[in-house]
């Protein structure tokens, strides 16, 4: 059997709850899916794409089907299945968006896998976020900007990436491992000179960083969001835009877990009605965009 020699981690935006993914019970088998395209380098699909495009996220949004080989750990566990690929919103997000959602994308694929290995918490930001920084630096034209919860650093890469050689971005990280991984990360990009990873948590980190920020991202663990609101309205000024993920504790439909949905309440409590700031909460996605009046 010929292999083509480009290993294929599913994508984010191909996923669907039918396909195996990272666990086969009926072999007992788990660890990362990889899909080998069959005959080399000749893919077949079949409507004539070219190979290329399967490689990215946004570039599969209008293939319907095509024929693949299944590889489980390296093992070849199936041959020729014909899938048909759903049209999901992300899909046809990464056809709109285009290269927007591929910048540092091999940050937020290498966050994947290391989460899966290591079963911890980096949860990379969606791709289909990616535009928002370019987006707020056109906005704000920030000169700094401030993270806590920097993971394998795909978003404070997305940051410096989008303020340009100019701006400085802080990233706060507790876990010295992701810190280290980031910091490598940020070498090989020639991203270093720009971001600065502080090693500690949120709440310890914060009260020794002076302002002002001019966009702060809280991508962190939520139950200590309500400690950091005197830290936003002290390291922000007017103009200062903060968009805070990992707001969907307080909203999802999942019985008991995860816990903190009281901490997101008391923080957006604060943040709406507490604060000098104007905020706005992205209903699905639940981040909140806030603005310093
Ligand atoms: C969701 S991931 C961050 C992902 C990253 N912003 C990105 O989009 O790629 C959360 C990260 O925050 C770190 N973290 C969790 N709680 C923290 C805290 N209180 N202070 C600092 N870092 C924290 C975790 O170790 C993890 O690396």
Not at 46 to 72: H, I, K, W, Y
């Amino acid at each position: 059997m010929k292999y083509c020699h480009s290993r294929l981690l599913v994508p984010q935006a191909w996923r669907h709850p039918s396909w195996p993914e990272v666990h086969d019970p009926i072999r007992g088998l788990s660890g990362s899916l990889e899909w080998r395209r069959r005959n080399g380098d000749e893919c077949r699909c079949t409507d004539g794409q070219s190979a290329s495009r399967l490689n990215s996220p946004g570039g599969c949004a209008g293939l319907t089907s095509f024929s693949m080989e299944v590889v489980f750990s390296g093992r070849p566990v199936r041959q020729g299945w014909r899938w048909t690929m759903p049209i999901t919103p992300l899909s046809i997000l990464g056809r709109l968006y285009g290269d927007q959602m591929r910048v540092h994308e091999d940050l937020h694929r290498a966050s994947n896998a290391h989460r899966r290995s290591h079963r911890c918490d980096v949860y990379p930001s969606d791709l289909a976020q990616a535009p928002l920084w370019p987006l707020l630096a056109t906005l704000v034209h920030p000169r700094r900007f401030l993270e806590i919860g920097c993971g394998l650093g795909y978003t404070a890469a997305l940051m410096a990436t989008a303020g340009g050689p100019g701006c400085r971005v802080d990233t706060i990280e507790a876990n010295p491992l992701h810190a280290d991984l980031a910091e490598r990360a940020f070498a090989v990009k020639g991203l270093s000179s720009r971001i600065r990873v502080h090693r500690g948590s949120g709440k310890t980190v914060l009260p020794g960083l002076r302002g002002p920020y001019d966009v702060v991202f809280l991508d962190s663990d939520w139950q200590d969001y309500p400690r950091y609101l005197s830290h936003l309205v002290r390291l922000t000024r007017r103009g200062s835009v903060v968009v805070s993920a990992n707001l969907f504790p307080l909203f999802g439909r999942w019985g008991n877990g995860p816990p903190g949905k009281n901490s997101v309440r008391a923080y957006l409590r604060g943040l709406i009605r507490d604060s000098p700031f104007r905020t706005y909460i992205v209903r699905g996605d639940w981040h909140a965009i806030s603005v310093r009046v």
